[in-house]
């Protein structure tokens, strides 16, 4: 169990998370860091949006995640993001593409954050996807009425068990899955 982690460790160059300013990044503070200095504004505003809406309608989040906004595709490659609008990395940090500067992206990142908070590191390997992605995808809101598949089915398959459980037993249900 201990192995996967480790190698995702190494895929995503968490360094680059911990330490962006080794990557030629911008951090204005511990949680907001960017490539370009002239979209500060739109990055913060994104952030406190999101970090908002999740703690009102999601759960409340322990500790501010970092985010770093990528506005060019070498800083995103930087990140091996490949073609994802946004990754995150345990409770080390979030990273958003280029075309990831949307509300409803951001609030997704954040969502994950929240759930590795909750359950874990390790629990995206060991929880199912439709629970992760389900919730991610359902909770932030994400305007998009079709996704594509598997996403859409992990959707539905969330929100079927999230009217049954419902928000205030949420990880409480979500530890015995
Ligand atoms: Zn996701």
């Known amino acids: 169990m201990l192995s996967i982690p480790v190698a995702a460790w190494a895929f995503f160059k968490p360094v680059r998370i911990v330490a962006p300013e080794?990557?030629?990044l911008s951090c204005l503070d511990d949680t907001l860091c960017i490539d370009d200095l002239s979209r500060t504004r739109e990055a913060a505003k994104l952030y406190d949006e999101a970090l908002q809406f999740v703690d009102a309608s999601v759960g409340a989040?322990?500790?501010?995640?970092?985010?770093?906004?990528?506005?060019?595709?070498?800083?995103s490659e930087s990140f091996n993001l490949g073609n994802r609008a946004g990754m995150t990395i345990g409770t080390f940090g979030i990273v958003i593409n280029s075309r990831g500067w949307k509300p409803f992206y951001v609030r997704h990142e954040m969502i994950h954050h929240l759930q590795n908070e909750q359950l874990g590191m390790f629990a995206a390997w060991t929880k199912p996807k439709w629970f992760f992605e389900g919730m991610a995808y359902s909770l932030?809101?994400?305007p998009r009425s079709k996704l594509s598949e598997p996403f859409e089915q992990y959707r539905s398959q969330f929100e079927r068990w999230y009217t049954s459980v419902g928000k205030e037993r949420i990880w409480s249900e979500a530890r015995h899955l």
């Not at 989040?61 to 800083?75: G, L, M, T, W, Y």
């Open 61 to 75: 989040i322990e500790n501010k995640p970092r985010v770093i906004f990528c506005s060019s595709d070498a800083c």
């Open 140 to 142: 932030s809101e994400d």
């Open 22 to 24: 080794l990557a030629g």
